[in-house]
DNA sequence: CTAGCTCAGTTGGTTAGAGCAGCTGACTCT
DNA sequence: AGAGTCAGCTGCTCTAACCAACTGAGCTAG
């Protein structure tokens, strides 16, 4: 086996190449479906395992997508694997003493400052309306009891840089969110007044609505303040502390 | 074998998880060996086949790095696999009719014009004389034949976003270059003219010395409008012809 | 004595074949 | 006609063997 002709050496690293030049030439979108395991063994030239081996890294990277007793298919390519990554990079780092989560506070303070000055006075309407309503249902689950917050929350953030209408952009800034949400969570860090978070928002969206630049830059930048001083409280935890979910 | 008494059921999918525990518990910092892999097999209580596909999707992230006969170790947790995966996303959306590559560009701007406004005035003399000289190389290059002006000028990039003493911003930043340039590259894109790129850097190195904002992000806005410009005169070419490197 | 080589032992890389597990669809029995 | 069953895909896991890259101890030649 193994006699593709010039590839006798060499293999797994080129293998998730060529599956990914497979996708691109056969202009597969997401939800396609890929060969199976053992057509791809054939076509590649290479062993099950080895095929699998290059599979599952292309997985990691949200590339490919595998279903047990079903097949493989092209993944969707979010940035889920990205999360994943920095997520697991933050948490390594705050162990081992660093400032690792206030540097990703940070990063989402840089990235949604910058855009939210562009924001100003041109989201839609409609947007406008439905992030006052998730201001709205915000304040309704802090007098509750708290649940769902933190989905109301990251929805906000989505809604608003909706309107850049640059998909990839959206999804990075979700991304950036997750990635805090989940390490902050796993780290048993402080949550938020809900109440504060709530006037913050609701300032953020006036001051898009009104289309003051500034202004909105600052009601980011003090929303931001708020998650800061939070985040600086959380002391280093023990890690067996942290078995909720995942790492 | 596979008796580690409660994971009889379920395991490939737990692995990674359990390894990056391991990594958590022990506080290994990048660069630390990990356990070999016949130690793995027995820590894990799985055979060497899983042990590997595990490890291979931890490669994919970034958070393991494996060398041949030498051994396995904590992963420089970079970016790298980001890059990879939003360069491979970016190349599939593009030969199947998507403007991906403009949004890539667009968010690029984005995060850079947010960050420029915050560093006019903010960056040290040591930087901006660097700056300077990162400037005259790509005329110089730009002089001779044009060698090695990419570098030159994710140089520039990279040095600028350094003041903001945040590593993780600075990958980032650096991370949105690469993915750029090598999806630009390799979908065989229109080549920048290096003496305009030259003098909006040249700009952009004067309004962030003067300390004006405003300045400063009008020239990363117009240095980015040149290369918007560029891009979206790149047309879908044939995707063999992109086989000077990986996909 | 040192420079260089060789070789055994370590580590990861690859292959092979067998059996397990989840899903689908057609076939059969009621 | 409907529900249960079974054969057939699919991917998942294990075992066992051998290949390939690297290290370091020991030997040999200069």
Known sequence: MCLAGYALVM?????????????IDRRLASGAPLPTEPELMEHL?????????????????????IRHGFGTYVGTMSLAPMIEGLAFRTVAGHYRGEDTLLQLVQLREAVETGLVSRLAGRVPEGDLVELDALVDRMEEQAARGGDGIADTDRAFHATLYRGLDNALLGEVMEAFWDAFHRVHTDLGGVPQDPLVTCRQHREIVEAVRSGDAIRAEEAIREHFGNIRARVSTTGTQDPHRCHNERV
Chains 1, 2 share one sequence.
């Open 11 to 23: 293999a797994a690293r080129d293998l998730q190449e060529r599956i990914k030049r497979l996708i």
């Open 45 to 65: 030239g290479a062993s099950r395992n080895s095929v699998r081996e290059a599979l599952k890294g292309l997985q990691a990277m949200g590339i490919v997508e």
